[in-house]
């Protein structure tokens, strides 16, 4: 079956180190797309690629990383410079700059930081 | 820049009756707007889209939004709330960005909450 996937489902760090979260997706996608959910926020862009070896930051960029070597996959680093790492982050794809197609959600990440 | 409003963090009806979640969004284009529902610690799955077709977008679930261009306003709505229904719901504007690049925003959600 088609679709995203994330790992781990929970994930726990403690306060200093770096974290890389997993999202894979076999949709043949071009796009991706990493969003942190907190309470009564909605969701908010992390960072987002349009294409292998490119990408984008969103709207809270800072403490965070990524790479986007291939297709598949779009791992996300959580790193010390990161102040309020725990949230529930969220992976997303969709069909690349059309504007109009829905983006294919991944099942989360829970991150927190002990 | 784009921008979405759910009008309600929280809404609570009866199951049975009519549910109403509201969105209004700003956009400098002709958006693409979207519903997706949450359940909890779940990804989010799409409900419905308006891309410039109908105005009136029939979803999963018998939920359906009317697209109003005067209102700026594509609200949701389902005749007879179902238990199964209770989530958070977002409403989602996608744009093109000065860049070329497709951005969603989204709105801060509401919580569909169904009294038995």
């Avoid at chain 1, 781990?8 to 949709?27: A, D, H, I, W």
């Avoid at chain 1, 292998?52 to 790479?67: L, P």
């Avoid at chain 2, 759910?6 to 002709?30: A, I, K, M, W």
């Avoid at chain 2, 261009?69 to 409403?91: G, I, N, Q, R, V």
Wanted: hydrophobic share 30%; glycine share 8%; charged share 15%.
């Amino acid at each position: 079956d088609g679709g995203i996937t994330q790992s781990p489902k929970y994930l726990f760090r403690k306060e200093g180190q770096n974290v890389t979260l997993s999202c894979e997706q076999n949709l043949n996608h071009d796009a991706m797309y990493w969003y942190r959910q907190d309470p009564g926020q909605g969701l908010r862009l992390i960072y987002y690629s349009q294409i292998v070896n490119d990408f984008q930051k969103g709207d809270i960029a800072e403490g965070y990383s990524v790479s986007r070597e291939k297709k598949e996959s779009f791992p996300l680093t959580v790193t010390s410079a990161q102040k309020n790492p725990t949230a529930f982050y969220l992976c997303a794809s969709s069909i690349a700059g059309q504007g109009n197609t829905e983006a294919f959600f991944g099942q989360g990440t829970r991150l927190t930081v002990v | 820049a784009q921008s979405v409003t759910q009008l309600d963090s929280h809404v609570s009806v009866s199951e049975g009756t009519p549910v109403l979640l509201r969105c209004n969004y700003s956009s400098s284009y002709s958006p693409s707007l979207f519903w997706y529902v949450q359940h909890p610690n779940k990804g989010l799955q799409l409900l419905l889209k308006y891309t410039s077709a109908a105005t009136l977008v029939k979803g999963i679930n018998g939920f359906e939004a009317e697209f109003k261009k005067s209102e700026t306003s594509f609200h949701l709505t389902k005749p007879s709330a179902h238990m199964s229904d209770a989530a958070e719901y977002f409403c989602v504007v996608s744009d093109i960005s000065n860049f070329g690049n497709e951005k969603l925003t989204f709105g801060t959600g509401t919580r569909l909450t169904i009294i038995p």
